[in-house]
């Protein structure tokens, strides 16, 4: 069967925009309209989805598209609230769902309506076209993502274990696009950075803050709390952006010197500095390679 994929694109879109005028901002997120919404569109197309509701308006969608059996199932895994918006500051307010300069615009266009919007078109489109799958594809949108998953993904692991007995997941993040002089890379996160904190003591003289004196506590900490922030941190590469930085090269062997310098300590700021990305793409590959 020959695929229009500029009318399944089309179709995403829409869905995006009118997911987009949802307000589900967490707190107190009221992401059961939204799932209803979906499953509608769902049941219109003959399948059976579910809408779990942990808690009064704070609906979870889920379904399951049966394969054969022969593998374990793919979850699709998403998120159905947000965090709030400022409108004032917005060039389309937040939950308009905008199209405009080829962009959509709105509170959860990127995180993660967008993901969403995508993996059910996926699935709409294994249904449609009859696939015979090898395994079960399973898709999972949960209030509550934005404040600890209380009402969303902790409740369903909870109470319906069965739904996450899957081979594969995937989730938000990690698959966008980087353009790396000019050329399209699609990356796969396969893991983040882990926190370290710390208790920071200052000390000085005790004294009454109309009477000022050179050994103020509260000036020291702000001193070392400026030096923290005035530098670099060690430059330190985990194996797994080792191996990102030199597929990188092997796919653009061009910049192979440029991008295999990045990983050495003596040589990665000038290289950084030399590659041929924008500024976010080269803040990102700064703080790959360095503890922040």
């Known amino acids: 069967m020959e695929m229009d994929w500029n009318k399944q694109g089309d179709e995403a879109v829409a869905r995006l925009q009118a997911m987009l005028k949802f307000d589900t901002t967490n707190l107190p997120g009221n992401e059961r309209a939204l799932a209803e919404f979906l499953a509608d569109e769902l049941?219109?197309?003959?399948?059976?989805?579910?809408?779990?509701?942990?808690?009064p308006e704070r609906g979870n969608l889920l379904i399951r598209l049966k394969g054969d059996g022969s593998l374990r199932p793919l979850l699709l895994m998403s998120h159905l609230d947000v965090v709030p918006a400022e409108p004032a500051h917005w060039t389309h307010p937040p939950?308009?769902?905008?199209?405009?300069d080829g962009y959509v615009w709105g509170r959860g266009a990127i995180d993660?309506?967008?993901t969403g919007a995508t993996q059910l078109q996926v699935l709409l489109l294994c249904h449609r076209l009859g696939l015979k799958l090898k395994r079960d594809l399973v898709l999972v949108a949960t209030?509550?993502?934005?404040?600890?998953?209380?009402?969303?993904?902790?409740?369903?692991?909870?109470?319906?274990?069965e739904w996450f007995d899957a081979e594969y997941g995937?989730?938000?993040a990690g698959g966008f696009a980087l353009m790396v002089d000019g050329t399209p890379v699609y990356t796969c996160q396969v893991a983040e950075k882990g926190s370290a904190p710390y208790d920071i003591v200052a000390h000085g003289k005790p004294g009454h803050s109309s009477v000022p004196h050179a050994d103020n506590a509260i000036a020291h900490l702000g001193q070392a709390?400026?030096?923290?922030?005035?530098g670099l941190m060690p430059h330190r590469v985990p194996l797994c952006v080792r191996a990102f930085f030199e597929s990188l090269a092997s796919g653009l062997p061009h910049l192979k010197t440029v991008l295999n310098d990045v990983l050495i300590p003596e040589k990665s700021d000038a290289a950084l500095s030399a590659l041929p990305v924008d500024d976010a793409t080269r803040l990102m590959f700064q703080a790959m390679v360095r503890n922040t």
Request: charged share 25%; proline share 4%; net charge negative.
């Open 143 to 161: 209030a509550d993502e934005e404040r600890g998953a209380t009402y969303g993904m902790k409740w369903l692991v909870d109470n319906y274990p």
């Open 170 to 172: 995937l989730n938000e």
């Open 225 to 230: 709390l400026g030096k923290l922030g005035a």
């Open 95 to 100: 939950f308009s769902g905008t199209l405009a």
């Open 43 to 55: 049941r219109r197309e003959g399948l059976n989805p579910q809408v779990l509701e942990a808690a």
């Open 112 to 114: 993660s309506k967008l």
